[in-house]
């Protein structure tokens, strides 16, 4: 494994020893005082080459274990990670670029990006010895932390808004957890969970909170890179809730840098919904030399996934997608449904409308020409359309409506309306 040589708060940079806190730097607090997992990056890349992750042959997250902090031989049985990476070149044409990567993350465990966060946050759970853990959560974190919970056979503590879409509570509840749906918003269930996980001692898995998070979400980048035979596209676009996801994904991209794996990183852009966008103003204020905090606005957006007003990673993504070269970009809800129709049509990939985000983002990025003709651009899709398949059925329309007769069938196939 990786052995950290410090966590060090974001804000204020003062560097604590490996583990010496779960969450915050003390002096900072929650928000503003996130940690950040640093390495020797010397001595790993000294020891690393572009074929050391397959030499694992592990078809894991866990392939990665020589940049990640705890060890494989604490890993719960339940693949995250490897997720495939497809090309899709008719419509990189269409869209006039020369490459169209689509990583598909809706393949996970318990299809979403999140099971990659939690895979190694319950690692580090067994590391420390912690026999329970807890999550606030808009649905997918939890049905992740239920998932590994289950499979790990621990006890599972979850806070949800209680408008969470009915497919994720189902697959909370399947896993067996302890489900409460708390009356208010995704604000309000991060706020008693905060207060459970002090008054219970349980560990807490929730986005933007442990420094383990942003561990296991790196991996996505190292996949992109090896998946690309070691190179980098120009442009990694992911939707943006907390910040989370985006953090790990630009520390993975700034790592493979920094050890010499990759030339340099992709500039990475952070979709949100124009009703939830707390992020993307958070980076607009330190463009401007303003503060980041506090980033605390209200939220609305069908994409439920990102419907964030308080988001808890925001000092880390707005930093390191500054350092990257990328920014963020805002799209409507119309935008977001049009683009769970148009990428499950396209591309043979269904999403959920926060997954289908940064297709809507990059539709846009390259209509206000921040991307050009001929660049090479990945998305990452996020979690799943069966997770919430409202959306997708308000993109699609409905089926056509025949009696049991194959005349019926040819007479609506031949008609010209179709
Ligand atoms: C959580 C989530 C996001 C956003 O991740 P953050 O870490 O909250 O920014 C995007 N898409 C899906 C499907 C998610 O579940
Ligand atoms: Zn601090």
Same mark, same amino acid.
């Given at each position: ?14 560097? $604590? ?44 997250? &866990?392939? $990665?274990? +020589? ?157 992109? &890179? ?77 994409? /439920? ?16 997608? /500054? ?11 119309? +935008? ?31 209509? /206000? ?46 008609? /010209?309306?179709?």
């Amino acid at each position: 494994m990786g052995e950290p040589v410090a966590f060090r708060c974001v804000s204020c940079k003062r560097e $604590y020893g490996p583990w010496e806190h779960d969450y915050y730097c003390p002096r900072c607090g929650p928000v503003k005082g996130t940690l950040e997992v640093l390495y020797d990056y010397g001595a790993l890349a000294r020891k690393l080459s572009p074929l050391s992750f397959a030499q694992t042959r592990r078809f894991s997250l &866990w392939r $990665y274990e +020589e940049v990640l902090p705890v060890g494989f031989e604490y890993a719960v049985d339940l693949r995250a990670g490897w997720t495939p990476l497809y090309a899709r070149p008719e419509l990189a044409a269409e869209l006039g670029l020369s490459a169209l990567w689509i990583k598909d993350d809706s393949l996970n465990p318990t299809g979403s990006y999140k099971d990659r966060a939690t895979a190694v946050v319950i690692a580090a759970a067994r590391y420390l010895s912690r026999s329970a853990l807890t999550c606030a959560s808009t649905g997918n974190t939890a049905s992740s932390v239920a998932g590994f919970c289950a499979a790990a056979g621990i006890p599972a503590y979850i806070f949800v808004p209680e408008a969470t879409p009915r497919p994720k509570v189902a697959q909370l509840l399947a896993f067996g957890a302890t489900v409460f749906a708390v009356e208010g918003d995704y604000s309000h269930a991060q706020r008693l969970c905060e207060e459970a996980r002090e008054r219970f001692g349980w560990y807490d898995r929730s986005d933007g909170v442990s420094p383990m998070n942003a561990e296991g979400k790196k991996t996505g980048a190292y996949e992109i &890179w090896e998946q690309l035979g070691g190179k980098v596209p120009d442009y990694v676009l992911v939707s943006v809730g907390d910040g989370s996801v985006i953090s790990g994904i630009c520390k993975g991209f700034l790592e493979l840098a920094e050890l010499g794996l990759s030339e340099s990183a992709p500039k990475v852009y952070g979709v949100q919904a124009e009703g939830a966008a707390a992020v993307a103003h958070a980076f607009a204020r330190m463009k401007r030399g303003e503060g980041i905090l506090p980033a605390e606005e209200p939220a609305e957006t069908l994409a /439920d996934s990102i419907c964030v007003g308080n988001p808890k990673d925001v000092v880390k993504a707005v930093t390191y997608v /500054d350092r990257t070269g990328g920014g963020f970009v805002t799209v409507s809800d119309e +935008e977001i449904i049009g683009a769970v129709g148009e990428l499950a049509r396209k591309a043979g990939v269904f999403a959920e409308p926060a997954a289908a985000a940064p297709y809507a983002g990059l539709l846009r990025l390259l209509r /206000d020409e921040v991307i050009g003709e001929g660049a090479k651009v990945a998305i990452v899709i996020t979690g799943s359309g069966l997770k919430n398949p409202e959306g997708a059925l308000r993109a699609a329309g409905e089926p056509l409506r025949v009696p049991p007769e194959i005349g019926a069938v040819e007479r609506i196939l031949s008609a /010209d309306a179709l």
